[in-house]
């Protein structure tokens, strides 16, 4: 299997959805699908996604732009059923489940916050499959803080809630990694990914963390780049001279080490990533919200373009990413997406597994 990504085209192909399981093919499902950054990453490594869930329109409506061929329930997962929604077997089910009570910069509230309570579906679902059809692999997603926070009762919950639904894991099949030091892009975005095996189909859980060379091999880009000065931007996405923000980010830049770097407006003020990064990107950008970065061209002071976000998150730069919604949805969208190149490279291993070579 070749790990070289595979172009996506517009819309990204998943030419095996729908056609029967092959043991070459194999297949996934998607909850908490988002606008498919996991997905993405499951199909450059050869996955055919067969079906993916998420309660937001917008996210739904671009999975399907994205994908058409997969079928898509829009549909709060409290009300998600396998049977009632056609939730076929598949050999992966994968989650990036929501992160804001487990996150450093969130309330920390974890399984109190209702948001983060939602993780408990995951393993409900998984329990609605027969024992001998359920997917082999479940990969999740979420931030780093999880494995540690509240003396690490949080990930003990999770561990206890996927052994119960009949899975193998435990911290040693976690993968706590960076874009920056994982991939050749230049972000700096901690990620956590969870990769928990049937005790149906392996004798243990065989998944290892992907191997990132030591030697610096891979090395991310400096972010200039990744984007496009040599061109004026949507005049939407410049600040005007006399606006409050623009005077802030202006005196940061003047201040700061390069003007060619990206520079973040915070709450109450300016925060300049140095290195030749960008800082990790959110759903808050392009809404007037706090994370929200700025670069300085030759036309003026502006937020980083779509097309520039979207690349810093891993997805090809040829895809038309987004059918006809609101441009702060689509931001929000991309500040939510699990990194692509992140999600191959664990995609990829799970692939390797699903060979045969640790099967009962």
């Given at each position: 299997?070749?790990?070289?990504?595979?172009?996506?085209?517009?819309?990204?192909?998943?030419?095996?959805?729908?056609?029967?399981?092959?043991?070459?093919?194999?297949?996934?499902?998607?909850?908490?699908?988002?606008?498919?950054?996991?997905?993405?990453?499951?199909?450059?490594?050869?996955?055919?996604?067969?079906?993916?869930?998420?309660?937001?329109?917008?996210?739904?409506?671009?999975?399907?732009?994205?994908?058409?061929?997969?079928?898509?329930?829009?549909?709060?997962?409290?009300?998600?059923?396998?049977?009632?929604?056609?939730?076929?077997?598949?050999?992966?089910?994968?989650?990036?489940?929501?992160?804001?009570?487990?996150?450093?910069?969130?309330?920390?509230?974890?399984?109190?916050?209702?948001?983060?309570?939602?993780?408990?579906?995951?393993?409900?679902?998984?329990?609605?499959?027969?024992?001998?059809?359920?997917?082999?692999?479940?990969?999740?997603?979420?931030?780093?803080?999880?494995?540690?926070?509240?003396?690490?009762?949080?990930?003990?919950?999770?561990?206890?809630?996927?052994?119960?639904?009949?899975?193998?894991?435990?911290?040693?099949?976690?993968?706590?990694?960076?874009?920056?030091?994982?991939?050749?892009?230049?972000?700096?975005?901690?990620?956590?990914?969870?990769?928990?095996?049937?005790?149906?189909?392996?004798r243990y859980n065989p998944f290892k963390p992907p191997i990132v060379p030591s030697d610096k091999a891979i090395k991310p880009g400096h972010v200039d780049d990744f984007i496009d000065r040599n061109q004026p931007a949507d005049a939407q996405a410049y600040l005007p001279e006399e606006n409050r923000y623009y005077k802030m980010i202006n005196a940061a830049m003047i201040a700061?080490?390069?003007?060619?770097n990206i520079y973040q407006l915070r709450r109450s003020y300016v925060r300049e990533k140095k290195h030749g990064l960008c800082p990790t990107l959110t759903a808050n950008m392009g809404i007037g919200g706090h994370n929200v970065p700025f670069v300085r061209d030759a036309w003026g002071i502006r937020r980083l373009s779509i097309e520039e976000v979207a690349v810093l998150q891993?997805?090809?730069?040829?895809?038309?990413?987004?059918?006809?919604?609101?441009?702060?949805?689509?931001?929000?969208?991309?500040?939510?997406?699990?990194?692509?190149?992140?999600?191959?490279?664990?995609?990829?291993?799970?692939?390797?597994?699903?060979?045969?070579?640790?099967?009962?």
């Open positions: 299997m070749d790990k070289t990504a595979i172009n996506e085209t517009q819309p990204i192909s998943n030419d095996n959805c729908g056609s029967v399981q092959s043991q070459d093919v194999p297949t996934a499902g998607c909850l908490f699908s988002g606008m498919g950054g996991l997905a993405s990453g499951l199909v450059r490594a050869g996955f055919a996604i067969r079906w993916a869930s998420d309660c937001d329109q917008f996210a739904c409506d671009t999975f399907r732009h994205r994908l058409p061929n997969v079928s898509v329930v829009e549909k709060d997962v409290k009300k998600l059923s396998v049977t009632k929604d056609s939730l076929t077997n598949v050999d992966v089910v994968a989650a990036g489940f929501p992160c804001q009570s487990f996150s450093m910069a969130g309330n920390r509230k974890g399984f109190k916050d209702p948001r983060g309570r939602l993780f408990f579906e995951i393993p409900r679902l998984l329990a609605e499959f027969e024992s001998n059809e359920r997917p082999r692999l479940v990969v999740l997603e979420n931030v780093p803080h999880l494995l540690h926070g509240a003396d690490k009762s949080w990930f003990d919950e999770i561990r206890r809630a996927l052994r119960r639904a009949g899975y193998w894991f435990r911290e040693e099949s976690c993968w706590t990694v960076n874009v920056k030091d994982a991939t050749e892009l230049p972000q700096d975005r901690e990620r956590l990914f969870m990769v928990a095996a049937s005790r149906q189909h392996f700061g080490e390069s003007d060619k891993g997805f090809d730069a040829d895809e038309i990413l987004f059918p006809e919604i609101p441009t702060q949805k689509q931001y929000r969208l991309l500040g939510n997406a699990v990194c692509v190149q992140l999600a191959h490279l664990v995609a990829y291993e799970c692939a390797a597994i699903l060979k045969g070579e640790y099967l009962k």
